[in-house]
Structure formats: structure tokens, C-alpha cells
């Protein structure tokens, strides 16, 4: 989008160049997700003057889905990009049904810290309640995320698949990557009887209109 209309471009078969003065370009794409029945995610970048990038994702509720267990972005860095400071939940990670242990303040901590010892690898580095957040390299280059309003965010140096086809923590691939998420917020970790235990109902994310959105700039 530029200005107050959206344009259209044929990114693959357009020779020369174009130039625009604006304040403001917007990219939007959407994706139609792997569910049945048919359900997509709309994905709207907008690029600042001074370089900040807004994200926004929007969901339009497909009936007869499931619930939701997360709904988030993921950006996958160079592992370079192996250090984290952040202004949130901390210093352990947390969920939305497991933060009253959790304290508000300014962390520095490393990737691979984020990745609890489990005796088989899951899920595991989220943080709540975050104001920003960001994976740094070793000259303090990276990226920031931050929002108007708090969310959560992780950093890992595996994927969800890679952490669930794992059985032991061996198993594991050599790190490439750091993968920076941001979240509205996602599923509980349930367990409340320490084994087990469904999800409560209040922290199970609904299927649902969603909207989420953030910011996010270099350092």
C-alpha cells in the first residue's frame, strides 16, 4: 500500500524501476493454512520513514477448527544471533498458566539457555508479558520486537518440529538457526495435579477472530 491505496505489482516480470515518496509502504500477504476446512492468515508489513517495520496478523474464524495453540510469527535468524535481552516475565520461561513465579524485569540470556533440559525435548523459552524484545550477535547487531501492548516471545535454536521428533536431547540437529517468535499469546501447559491434567478452560485460546499485532526494528 502506498498512500491510502493498494497497488499491484508483478514482482517477477516487471524490468526498470519505480520510485515513491511516501511515509508509509505496506506489504500484505495471505496464506491459506493447512486445515480442513479452509482457513487463512493475513500478514500486512508496514515499513516506516526511519525503518521501523509494523506487523499485523489478522484470522477470520473458520467454523468447525479446533482450538488455536498458538497464534504467532516466527523469524528465522542466523545463529549468529545467539544472545537475548528482554523487558518481560522472567527469568525462567513461562506460560499463561504458569507466571505467578515469574517476576517483570530487564534479562539478559542466551539462546541456548533457552532450551530447558528435559529428559525429552518440548516446548520450552516462552516469555509473557514482554514490552520488547531483542536477540543481539556478538557486536550488539540484531533485531528488536515491541509492542503497544505486552506479548509473548521466544528465541530458540530449534524449531517446533525439531523438538518434537526428537526423543532425547542428542537427537537433536546442530544449530543453524535462531528462531525469534512473537505471540498474541498461546495454550496453557495444563498439569496442575503434576501429571497429566488437561489445559483449564480460561487458558485454552479459542478458535476465534484474531488480531495481533507488533513492531519490529534493527539494531
Not at 69 to 85: E, H, M, N, Q
Not at 130 to 157: C, H, M, Q, T
Request: net charge negative; hydrophobic share 35%.
Amino acid at each position: 500500500m502506498i498512500g491510502d491505496s493498494w497497488q499491484e505489482f508483478n514482482w517477477f516480470g516487471q524490468l526498470g524501476q519505480k520510485e515513491y515518496e511516501a511515509e508509509e509502504v505496506s506489504l500484505r500477504f495471505t496464506y491459506e493454512l493447512a486445515t480442513q476446512p479452509a482457513s487463512s492468515c493475513t500478514v500486512t508489513y508496514s515499513v516506516k520513514a526511519g525503518g521501523a517495520v509494523k506487523v499485523a496478523m489478522d484470522y477470520q474464524c473458520a467454523e468447525g477448527l479446533p482450538e488455536m495453540p498458538d497464534f504467532a510469527l516466527i523469524l528465522a535468524l542466523p545463529a549468529d544471533y545467539d544472545k537475548l535481552r528482554f523487558y518481560g516475565f522472567g527469568p525462567l520461561d513461562n506460560y499463561c498458566d504458569r507466571q505467578q513465579g515469574a517476576h517483570l524485569g530487564i534479562y539478559e540470556q542466551t539462546v541456548a539457555e533457552q532450551v530447558e533440559p528435559y529428559l525429552m525435548p518440548q516446548e520450552c523459552g516462552n516469555h509473557g508479558g514482554i514490552r520488547w524484545f531483542e536477540v543481539l550477535d556478538n557486536r550488539g547487531r540484531g533485531l528488536k520486537i515491541y509492542g503497544d501492548k505486552p506479548f509473548e516471545a521466544s528465541a530458540l535454536p530449534y524449531t517446533a518440529h525439531e523438538l518434537e521428533n526428537a526423543r532425547h536431547s542428542y537427537e537433536l540437529p546442530q544449530a543453524h538457526h535462531t528462531y525469534l517468535r512473537a505471540s498474541l499469546g498461546q495454550c496453557g501447559v495444563g498439569g496442575d495435579d503434576t501429571w497429566g491434567a488437561p489445559v483449564l478452560e480460561e487458558y485454552r485460546p479459542k478458535n476465534e477472530d484474531k488480531h495481533f499485532e507488533f513492531w519490529m526494528q534493527g539494531i
